[in-house]
């Protein structure tokens, strides 16, 4: 089974369009990471959020950590066919080995120029 | 500043021979390291980590094995292949200690496919 599950699993829209991404636990996270991903490549971190109830923004991209921990929100507004990739959310949990990073399941979204 | 090395890109393998992928940092000392293995558009499992030379931790079952011979190497191994061994292999690496926004930076991957 998943520790992180991401929805939607895949996800297709026209540019300029509003898009919401999950990444959903039972577990509490420390801090939660979101990354994305181009084919052929490593995942490039794009923001961490450590505090519950935490929102950051960068640019086009809001991220949100939930109050309890254990989930977060990526929200892009006017997509641009640039945001096009896989993104990954990635926790590293309160109990067990903070050094390990668990990966969600994945978001592959194509944005249709 | 810090980098990662990840090599070879790509690899052809047949069934039963061996396999040796390698990963090098540079400009940081005493780094956790990682091995993940991708499927295609999915996301990653963690099949080893490191928090110092000689130390791995292994996460899966499985027939490959890792080591970490130098402070700044991480290697993954298979003495013989098998199909299900063929993804896309992604090491990486994130500062030593237990801070909890500790995030991991990658290297670029590779692709190996096993005929």
């Known amino acids: 089974t998943q520790l992180l599950e991401q929805s939607p699993q895949f996800l297709s829209i026209q540019e300029g369009e509003n898009l919401t991404v999950y990444c959903n636990s039972s577990?509490?996270?420390?801090?939660l990471q979101w990354y994305r991903q181009e084919p052929g490549e490593g995942p490039v971190l794009l923001v961490t959020?450590?505090?519950?109830?935490e929102v950051k923004k960068l640019k086009r991209l809001t991220f949100q950590f939930g109050d309890a921990r254990k989930d977060s929100s990526l929200h892009i507004t006017a997509a641009q066919p640039g945001d096009t990739g896989l993104y990954l959310c990635?926790?590293?949990?309160?109990?067990?080995?903070?050094?390990?990073?668990?990966f969600g399941s994945g978001t592959q979204l194509t944005v249709l120029p | 500043s810090q980098t990662i090395h990840q090599w070879p890109a790509t690899l052809v393998q047949p069934v039963g021979s061996p396999l040796s992928l390698e990963c090098t940092v540079e400009?940081?000392?005493?780094?956790?390291l990682y091995w993940y293995r991708q499927a295609a558009g999915r996301g990653l499992q963690l099949l080893f980590y490191?928090?110092?030379?000689?130390?791995i931790s292994s996460e899966v079952p499985q027939n490959l094995s890792a080591s970490r011979p130098q402070d700044r190497q991480f290697i993954l191994s298979s003495k013989k292949l098998l199909l299900s061994d063929s993804g896309f292999y992604l090491c990486?690496?994130?500062?030593?200690?237990?801070?909890?926004?500790?995030?991991?930076?990658f290297g670029q991957g590779t692709r190996l496919t096993v005929v």
């Open positions: 990635a926790g590293r949990r309160s109990s067990g080995s903070a050094r390990q990073l668990t």
């Open positions: 490191s928090i110092g030379i000689d130390q």
């Open positions: 959020v450590v505090t519950g109830g």
């Open positions: 577990s509490v996270f420390s801090s």
């Open positions: 990486a690496w994130s500062p030593p200690g237990q801070g909890a926004g500790t995030e991991a930076f």
């Open positions: 400009g940081t000392s005493n780094p956790n």
